[in-house]
C-alpha cells in the first residue's frame, strides 16, 4: 500500500486497533548472511514503504531525532517525507543500540562492500552509521540482542556477556535465551525477553528473576527517563510499565507481530513509542493509547 504525502511530510494514516489479548508463544527468529546484498538493492527503498523485510532495530538518534531503521541489508533513516535512505555500508545488523548522538554499536554479518570479518563482533560508528569500526570479538560473535548503558554494554550472541568498555568481556549466566536485552539507562536493572517469560536483573545482569505478572513481550524498550517501559508481545500487544516494569498496562493490538520497539520520553512529554510490525512502521506520540502507520510493506 502507498500512502499519500503533503509538502509537510507523510500522511499518516490512524491504526484501527483492538483490546489487548493474552500473549502467545514468543518466536525466537534471525537471519542468514548478507552477503548476496548490494547496497544498490538496499539503496531502493520507496517512500512510504519498508525498506525491508527483516528490520531487527529502531531508535531515534538523539544528535538531531532521526529515525533509524537497523535491518538486514544495513542501516535506514526514515525521513519526514517518508522516504527511506541507506546509510553506509551494507551490514546485516542483527544487534544495534544508540549509545550516543551519532553514536552507535552493532554486531552482524558483512555484506559484500564491507571489509569486516564474518561475524563482524562489536562494530562501533561515530559518525552516524556512516562508517563502521572494528572494537572486539571479530569473527566470533554475532550479537542478535544488544544494549547499552552508562554501565556499559550487554549482548547475547549464545552466551550472555557484559563489557564495561567494548573490549574486554566477562560472561554472564541467564535462565533462558534472550530474543531481546533492554538495559535502565543507569545500567543496574535489565529486562530479557524469553520464552519463560520477562526476566529482570537488578545487578547489571549478574543474577536474573522471573517478572512475575508481566506480559509475555517479544520486544522491549526502556525510555531515557529511567521509569518508563515499553513493550510488545507476539500476538502484537502494546504493553507498558510508568514504574520501571513493576507493573504493566495492556495497550491497543496492532496488526501483525512486532520486529523491534523503541520508547523515548523527555521531560514534559508524553512517551513516544515506535514499533516496527512485520508489515509497517507505527509510531505512538501518546504513551501507547494511539498509534499511526508511518510506513507498510
Not at 8 to 34: D, I, Y
Amino acid at each position: 500500500m502507498t500512502d499519500k504525502y503533503s509538502p509537510a511530510g507523510p500522511a499518516r494514516r490512524p491504526l484501527v486497533a483492538t483490546a489487548a489479548a493474552a500473549a502467545s508463544a514468543l518466536l525466537l527468529a534471525g537471519c542468514t548472511s548478507s552477503s548476496g546484498q548490494s547496497e544498490a538493492a538496499a539503496a531502493g527503498a520507496t517512500a512510504g514503504m519498508l525498506p525491508s523485510s527483516h528490520i531487527h532495530g529502531v531508535a531515534i538518534d538523539p544528535a538531531d531525532g532521526r529515525l533509524l531503521l537497523a535491518t538486514h541489508d544495513g542501516l535506514f533513516d526514515v525521513g519526514d517525507d517518508g522516504e527511506s535512505t541507506h546509510i553506509g555500508p551494507v551490514i546485516d545488523l542483527m544487534g544495534f543500540a544508540v549509545r550516543g548522538p551519532g553514536h552507535f554499536l552493532a554486531s552482524g554479518h558483512p555484506g559484500p562492500d564491507a571489509d569486516l570479518p564474518e561475524p563482524v563482533g562489536l562494530i562501533e560508528s561515530t559518525d552516524g552509521g556512516r562508517t563502521w569500526e572494528p572494537r572486539s570479538r571479530q569473527g566470533e560473535s554475532d550479537f542478535h540482542a544488544l544494549t547499552v548503558s552508562d554501565a556499559g554494554i550487554l549482548g547475547y550472541d549464545g552466551s550472555l556477556v557484559r563489557s564495561a568498555d567494548g573490549e574486554e568481556w566477562e560472561q554472564l549466566l541467564i535462565p533462558a535465551a534472550p530474543a531481546a536485552l533492554a538495559a535502565a539507562p543507569d545500567g543496574r536493572t535489565i529486562l530479557a525477553t524469553t520464552e519463560q517469560g520477562l526476566l529482570s536483573s537488578l545487578d547489571g545482569g549478574r543474577s536474573w528473576v522471573r517478572n512475575d505478572g508481566a506480559p509475555l513481550l517479544q520486544v522491549v524498550d526502556w525510555a531515557d527517563d529511567g521509569m518508563n517501559v515499553a513493550g510488545v508481545d507476539s500476538s502484537g500487544a502494546v504493553w507498558t510499565s510508568a514504574d520501571a516494569a513493576r507493573t504493566w498496562q495492556a495497550g491497543p493490538k496492532l496488526e501483525s507481530p512486532p520486529q523491534a520497539v523503541a520508547a523515548t520520553s523527555s521531560v514534559g512529554a508524553s512517551l513516544r513509542i515506535t514499533v516496527v510490525t512485520t508489515t509497517a512502521l507505527v509510531e505512538s506520540d501518546d504513551g501507547g493509547l494511539t498509534f499511526e502507520v508511518v510506513l507498510e510493506d
